[in-house]
């Protein structure tokens, strides 16, 4: 099929990698940091056992990600079994007749999908957060399970899964050459596979048909562009050329069930990617759809020929477009069922029952089961009842202008406090606390956020930014990343916060950045490249040295070598060397004036724990303070809710100390499964040692 979508579930936003800086100037003029006073000038923060719980925001939710069986019979979803997320079965027309089908104890299930006709469920977990994905199919009647790539250190894929070969899904397995997949049919049933291409030319990415014959293939090449090929006889012919410009918004979707059409994204020739339908034998393309803002973000297909019908775009709030006129009444129908942003999640394979899941911004996703004959939607089920009873606070889309023009499309959130009335401007100035995505290709969208709730619960502003290198928008605003970590994709966020300062939001002398992965790095720079602009920081898997970073990539991540390379600095010249080394904020620990907290996963495949410790013994041999928390059984960020509660429970502490906020006592988030360890600095926050302590490590 060509969109099979996935909601996230709630949790930083992990993406591709970590990010990287550059000295205080850029080639748009010095970074102007706000001007902020002492840390030491804030007062000091608040316990205050009446907050919203952690618990609450960043626990399982009580159902999430539903889908139907492809003959509309059953439902699928995620939920606890005895705290841990789990695959659920039962009548698609009684949620809550449904019955745990998996028995996981320890990490949780976030992937799950039916087979092909609906006898199997699929579902993807990894070990500690290695990201070696192993890939499981259970028995909904008996619950038993099957490992389909049962081999050790392996990162299962999954390909394409065709209702014309229902017993067998295409499977991409790196267990011949860890740094490229081979392509597998494998058997859902008995877990036989068969080969169907070994990759010896470094392909990273297939495009089957609905037989599972290879159609296509994209292959990265070493200047950072790529191409597009066709299997010819025994080879490959190249169909498209993709330069380094069009690389992150060109791509092929996928072909339609005759074969004579390929979908595919395409941004060569205009600014934002485009959804355009080739012809197989002619090449002649037609653009379908298209936005002068923002890139296709989501295409609506029809289950059995693969014809899309509608499409998103996603500026600061999503619009529909349909692209065929059969839809267009059902569009409408869904627009009136509830507010927020909506997306089909899951069809039957006849296209006329949806799962359609409403994004808000004051509470979890609703899900609604939709009926296109009768055009009635009823409600499944609200992700999280007690989250959905919160009077939570809006988060308000705004465009701010960098300092070179570039459009810089951003949320914030208010403390109720601070905005009673709910119109995005405070009665005073609030701290601020900068919440910068991971990536650093990625995107920050509108919607329900539990890191911009939990913050504002406390008494700050959030703010999230989707600076320069940021997916969604103009390839202009994406390629203005280039070579800019550190440099300009920084300035614009400092941009954001002086346009936050200038309009009474923020006080400047109280503003922390946070996040993680390229957010992590984001928040390294921030207390290095500009010491004086942040009261606080904390950083989660972010790299400190760039140089490092990208020596210890994942195997399996040599198809995007060429694309660090060409966008962040090429490791294997002496000037790439040096521009490395100069945006590396391990280089200038001196610089840090500001407390810093630092989370990382022991098993993180991606930013290696040698990241974190690199500089926090660099920061110990300097005698600056600094907090470190490892969790020996996490990967890239945390996945097992207690773990992520445990960190929060540090970080709010953390900030109110910085900022003068508010925070929930740590109390018993100790107590309940983290595996956190605590290697310095743990005096530095408010309750940490006693919380410590009371658990008894």
Not at 526 to 550: H, I, K, M, Q, R
Request: charged share 25%; with cysteine.
């Amino acid at each position: 099929m060509l969109a099979r979508p996935r909601l996230l579930l709630t949790s930083f936003a992990l993406t591709a990698f970590a990010c990287a800086l550059r000295p205080g100037a850029s080639a748009s003029g010095p970074a102007e940091a706000p001007a902020v006073a002492p840390a030491a000038a804030a007062p000091a923060g608040r316990a205050d056992p009446t907050l919203i719980p952690r618990a609450v925001l960043f626990g399982n939710p009580d159902r999430e990600a539903p889908q139907l069986s492809p003959d509309g019979a059953r439902l699928l979803y995620l939920a606890p079994v005895d705290g841990v997320l789990n695959v659920w079965v039962g009548p698609a027309d009684q949620p809550d007749a449904a019955r745990p089908i998996t028995q996981d104890r320890l990490r949780g299930i976030y992937e799950a999908e039916w087979s092909a006709d609906g006898d199997r469920v699929l579902y993807l977990q990894d070990r500690g957060g290695d990201e070696n994905w192993h890939l499981y199919a259970v028995d909904p009647a008996t619950g038993e399970s099957r490992d389909l790539s049962p081999h050790a250190g392996v990162r299962a894929q999954i390909v394409e899964i065709s209702p014309r070969r229902p017993r067998e899904i295409l499977v991409g397995m790196n267990d011949r050459d860890p740094a490229w997949h081979d392509l597998y049919r494998v058997d859902v049933r008995t877990g036989a596979r068969t080969l169907v291409h070994r990759n010896d030319q470094r392909i990273a990415r297939y495009i089957a048909d609905d037989q599972y014959e290879l159609r296509f293939a994209m292959r990265e090449l070493a200047d950072g562009s790529s191409e597009l090929l066709a299997p010819k006889g025994k080879d490959w012919q190249r169909v498209l050329a993709i330069d380094l410009a069009d690389g992150m918004t060109t791509s092929p979707i996928g072909v339609d069930a005759s074969g004579r059409t390929l979908y595919l994204l395409d941004s060569r020739d205009r600014e934002t990617a485009a959804l355009v339908a080739r012809d197989v034998r002619t090449g002649a393309q037609k653009v379908l759809a298209e936005d002068a803002k923002t890139g296709v973000e989501f295409v609506l297909t029809e289950p059995r020929t693969h014809r899309p019908l509608a499409v998103t775009f996603t500026h600061t709030r999503q619009r529909w477009q349909a692209l065929d006129p059969a839809v267009e009444a059902d569009l409408a129908a869904l627009r009136e069922v509830h507010g927020g942003d909506f997306t089909v999640t899951s069809q039957t394979l006849d296209g006329r029952q949806w799962i359609v899941a409403y994004r808000l911004d004051t509470g979890p996703n609703r899900y609604y089961r939709y009926d296109r004959t009768t055009r009635r939607a009823d409600l499944l089920f609200v992700a999280d009842a007690e989250l959905a009873a919160l009077d939570l606070r809006a988060m308000h889309p705004v465009v701010i202008p960098a300092r070179d023009g570039l459009e810089l499309v951003s949320f914030y959130t208010l403390p109720a406090a601070a905005d009673p009335d709910g119109d995005g401007t405070p009665s005073a100035p609030v701290p601020l606390v900068l919440l910068v995505h991971g990536g650093p290709w990625y995107r920050d969208e509108w919607g329900f956020d539990p890191l911009h709730q939990w913050l504002a619960s406390r008494g700050y502003a959030v703010m999230s930014v989707n600076f320069r290198g940021s997916t969604g928008s103009t390839k202009r605003h994406l390629n203005a990343g280039d070579h800019e970590w550190a440099g300009k994709m920084h300035d614009d966020l400092l941009d954001a916060v002086a346009w936050a300062n200038a309009r009474k939001i923020s006080d400047p002398a109280r503003v922390a950045i946070m996040g993680a992965s390229y957010g992590g790095y984001a928040t390294l720079v921030g207390l290095t490249f500009t010491p004086d602009a942040f009261a606080c920081g904390v950083d989660v898997v972010g790299p400190s040295n760039l140089e490092t970073l990208l020596r210890s990539v994942p195997p399996y991540w040599a198809a995007k070598a060429a694309r660090f390379a060409a966008r962040v600095g090429d490791i294997g010249t002496e000037e790439g060397r040096a521009l490395l080394h100069e945006r590396s904020p391990l280089h200038r620990v001196d610089e840090i004036e500001r407390p810093l907290l630092i989370g990382q996963g022991a098993n993180d495949p991606r930013v290696k724990q040698a990241e974190s410790d690199q500089i926090v013994a660099a920061m110990q041999a300097k005698g600056l303070p600094v907090t470190y928390v490892l969790y020996p059984d996490e990967g890239h960020g945390f996945q097992r809710p207690a773990n992520e509660i445990s960190f929060n429970a540090v970080t709010e502490a953390f900030l109110a100390r910085c900022l003068g906020g508010s925070y929930q006592p740590i109390g018993d988030d100790f107590k309940n499964g983290a595996t956190l360890e605590v290697k310095v600095g743990a005096e530095h926050v408010p309750g940490l040692a006693e919380a410590l302590k009371a658990r008894g490590k």
